[in-house]
């Protein structure tokens, strides 16, 4: 089945640009959407379409997708943004549903 | 408002059944597919099943596959998992989910708030 490879976690300074990747074959031909899940919260939806951002989430978020890796980019850092972020698309192959594995943003 | 409330979760031993119900309102709810997610205690979400919006046609991860049923009353709007054969691997957190705009290249929004279910002796 496909695999989605996250780095387990992110550090990055508040007001500083944070980047988290989400890599998988040709994940580029891929819908990649992207989740924050803050510690004992439901998962919200922040990017959706590889860099299409629901209403309600700033701007700051958002995400592109080529080859290999898709990015999900937080400009200007704030406190609230430390949570877990997740990547999934939809694989033909295995008619199923990937996540990452998560990756742990953490803002110094 | 959208929104999705799950119920069910609880403490069952391995090898036992629990059924899970995920009450939608403030949407159509007969005019979207619908998902159910899984987290383990300190793990990552992990998709587990998905129906369409008339019940017709289902999806499992192989995990599940033969083990849970996903299934759908429109008339009450409500989402099941029936959840037979228990392993203490299936202890997490379910939620549920929509998919926006029904089809298999889509995203989850929204999702539920989750009910925990734990399979212990």
């Known amino acids: 089945s496909y695999v989605l490879t996250q780095p387990p976690s992110v550090s990055v300074a508040p007001g500083q640009t944070a980047r988290i990747t989400c890599g998988g074959n040709?994940?580029?031909?891929?819908?990649v959407h992207w989740y924050q899940q803050k510690p004992g919260q439901a998962p919200v939806l922040v990017v959706y379409d590889d860099s299409d951002r629901p209403s309600g989430i700033p701007e700051r978020f958002s995400g592109s997708n080529s080859g290999n890796t898709a990015t999900l980019t937080i400009s200007r850092v704030e406190a609230g943004d430390e949570a877990d972020y997740y990547c999934q698309v939809w694989d033909s192959s295995s008619v199923s549903w990937v996540f990452g594995g998560g990756t742990k943003l953490t803002v110094l | 408002e959208v929104q999705l409330v799950e119920s069910g979760g609880g403490l069952v031993q391995p090898g036992g059944s629990l059924r899970l119900s995920c009450a939608a309102s403030?949407?159509?709810?007969?005019?979207?597919?619908m998902h159910w997610v899984r987290q383990a205690p300190g793990k990552g979400l992990v998709w587990v099943s998905r129906i369409n919006s008339d019940g017709s046609s289902t999806s499992y991860a192989d995990s599940v596959k033969g083990r849970f049923t996903i299934s759908r009353d429109n008339a009450k709007n409500t989402l099941y998992l029936q959840m037979n054969s228990l392993r203490a691997e299936d202890t997490a957190v379910y939620y549920c989910?929509?998919?926006?705009?029904?089809?298999?290249?889509?995203?989850?929004?929204?999702w539920g708030q989750g009910t925990l279910v734990t399979v212990s002796s």
């Open positions: 403030g949407f159509t709810f007969s005019s979207y597919w």
């Open positions: 040709n994940i580029g031909s891929k819908s």
């Open positions: 989910a929509r998919d926006p705009y029904s089809n298999y290249e889509n995203w989850f929004d929204p």
